[in-house]
């Protein structure tokens, strides 16, 4: 038994696999104890320019299409959708209009901070632009969020409980963007 035990372990090859290459496994195969290749277009994430309308969340809506996502079938929903969303997307460019200065300010200085930063992969420039961007972004932020809450209410008391869940669902996958946590 000791001796099967030890032909056993004696034969068993080593993490890389053993194969005399240096570690690299044969074929460029995926072994067990490796990891598998990390996604490339991660890190080239970090390096995309913000848009800085969205990131603020002056996101309008099109309410064809919510239609449609949440396969809305009855009239009075619909219209209800329409007179709803009509009602946010003003809000959103009453926004747009008070802040005018501020959001393209922002913009400008971000994006040459951001484009600085790209040139040359300074990840901490692009996190401090986004958090420089945040800050100075906060009352346009504010001013969304309230209008998307207000949406969201009247959503909420005038939909049928299966279609706002539907519409938080969809929502949150299409509308709701995390601020950057700095």
Do not use: C
């Not at 080593?14 to 990891?35: A, F, L, V």
């Not at 040139?119 to 901490?124: A, C």
């Not at 996190?127 to 909420?156: C, D, G, M």
């Not at 409980?161 to 963007?177: D, G, M, R, T, V």
């Amino acid at each position: 038994l000791f001796l099967v035990v030890l032909n056993t372990f004696s034969y068993a090859q080593p993490p890389g696999g053993g194969n005399g290459g240096g570690g690299r496994p044969s074929g460029g195969g995926n072994q067990q104890n490796q990891r598998p290749p990390e996604n490339e277009n991660k890190g080239d994430k970090i390096f995309e320019e913000t848009n800085i309308k969205e990131f603020a969340g002056l996101q309008h809506i099109d309410s064809k299409v919510v239609h449609t996502e949440l396969k809305i079938k009855t009239e009075e929903e619909k219209e209800i959708i329409e007179s709803l969303f009509a009602i946010y997307n003003n809000r959103i460019k009453e926004i747009e209009k008070e802040d005018l200065l501020l959001i393209e300010n922002t913009d400008l200085e971000t994006r040459i901070i951001e484009r600085k930063a790209i040139q040359e992969k300074d990840t901490k420039a692009m996190f401090e632009a986004k958090r420089k961007a945040s800050i100075a972004l906060e009352p346009v932020t504010s001013k969304t969020l309230e209008a998307k809450k207000v949406l969201n209410e009247a959503l909420e008391a005038k939909l049928s409980a299966k279609s706002f869940k539907k519409w938080l669902k969809y929502f949150k996958k299409n509308y709701q963007k995390a601020m950057p946590s700095l």
